[in-house]
């Protein structure tokens, strides 16, 4: 896993809807409680569920709010990251010193002497 495994997930889900606690009957949902849910691929905005498993119908939860404007219908990833995040120059020096002491095989050294430093992170500050 790397950097371009990540994604930025918050646009991505505001785009898909918001209405997670009241069902098509303006009941409110109570997640605790469901025992069963389902989502059809004809239907992706709407969750339906079973408080019960003898229930023979299903609540619908209609998660797309219709708002002002039309729906784009199109949902895409997007990286969260542009580049390979960095490391700060002390936390760089840190992780070489054990291969200076030779307490680890020389094998991993080239990955550890690869890692990016990232002007952005000051010393002792990263996030």
Not at 4 to 11: E, G, N, T, V
Not at 96 to 110: R, T
Request: hydrophobic share 30%.
């Amino acid at each position: 896993m790397d950097t371009s495994d990540m994604y930025y997930l918050r646009k991505l889900c505001t785009s898909f809807g918001s209405n997670f606690s009241i069902n098509e009957n303006g009941e409110k949902v109570s997640w605790n409680e469901i025992k069963e849910i389902k989502i059809e691929e004809e239907e992706p905005y709407e969750i339906k569920y079973k408080l019960r498993y003898e229930a023979n119908e299903y609540s619908i939860i209609n998660v797309y709010r219709r708002k002002r404007g039309r729906h784009s219908g199109t949902h895409e990833l997007t990286p969260a990251y542009t580049q390979a995040t960095g490391i700060s120059a002390a936390k760089k020096r840190d992780l070489l010193l054990p291969f200076e002491a030779k307490h680890l095989k020389p094998q991993y050294h080239e990955f550890f002497k690869s890692l990016r430093v990232s002007a952005d992170l000051q010393e002792g500050r990263e996030h």
